[in-house]
């Protein structure tokens, strides 16, 4: 029996392929050093014949087959293998999850995270519909009472949030708010695709009063901070927010029922 067939013969009970790989070439090794020794002690000893005695001295392969399959189990190289693969995906999906991105040239945040706005008037069962793979739901609406120092307004507050299994095709925020359409409760229309700023003669310039901005998001929702003048707002005063897109038009009404006095 030549070399290559003793081997094949010896490794066949371990049904686990790595493991068989494994072995295999550590039977070969094997085989190397003993016949490494044979001519080291007999100098004179043609390489042929040093390797036949070396593979004689291995013992017969149907033994060894037997012996080998008892100890390599095949369960546990799979369990082993999967085991390793998990961890692997693991890693992975939290790199992925930590990966830095950029988002509208201005900051920089995690896939999972936050900007500085706030977020009140949380809404748990908000209206929601449905356009392509997304999901759209109001989840807050507040009137925010600011101080009345000359510089800031009051404003209307309300969030939509977008969600979507596929996270690898997360929607943009600029395509986000430049299809958003937000409706005051008088019927005036606020379109979110630019911000505006109002300016007082002789007593400064009010805060951004109108306009969208990110505000938090997930790997599998974004959500946007949508704001409109609060003038002539009652408690239970309805606004609508419209969104027009190339995936067909939605429209998402609130109650704007809470008020929160923003220091």
Request: glycine share 8%; hydrophobic share 40%.
């Amino acid at each position: 029996m030549n070399q290559e067939h003793w081997l094949d013969t010896a490794v066949s009970g371990v049904r686990f392929a790595p493991d068989r790989k494994k072995v295999r070439r550590e039977l070969e090794e094997h085989i190397e050093d003993k016949t490494a020794d044979l001519r080291r002690v007999f100098p004179d000893i043609p390489e042929p014949e040093a390797r036949d005695r070396a593979l004689a001295g291995m013992g017969d392969p149907e033994e060894i087959k037997t012996a080998l399959a008892k100890v390599h189990k095949p369960w546990l190289g799979w369990l082993w293998l999967a085991s390793h693969r998990a961890v692997v995906l693991l890693s992975v999906a939290l790199s992925v999850v930590g990966m830095s991105v950029q988002i509208e040239g201005t900051f920089n945040n995690s896939l999972r995270g936050r900007t500085e706005v706030e977020v009140y008037g949380p809404i748990q069962e908000g209206e929601q519909a449905r356009l392509g793979q997304y999901t759209f739901r109001i989840t807050a609406a507040a009137y925010l009472d600011t101080p009345e120092d000359g510089v800031r307004k009051d404003n209307l507050q309300l969030v939509l949030r977008a969600s979507s299994p596929r996270f690898w095709e997360r929607l943009s925020w600029e395509g986000f708010y430049n299809s958003l359409t937000a409706v005051g409760p008088d019927g005036t229309r606020y379109p979110m695709d630019r911000q505006e700023i109002l300016m007082k003669e002789d007593e400064g310039i009010y805060q951004v009063y109108t306009g969208a901005t990110p505000c938090r998001w997930d790997v599998f929702w974004r959500e946007v901070a949508v704001y409109l003048p609060a003038e002539g707002w009652q408690p239970g005063d309805t606004v609508t927010l419209e969104l027009d897109s190339r995936l067909g038009k939605v429209s998402l009404s609130a109650a704007v029922t809470e008020r929160t006095v923003i220091p």
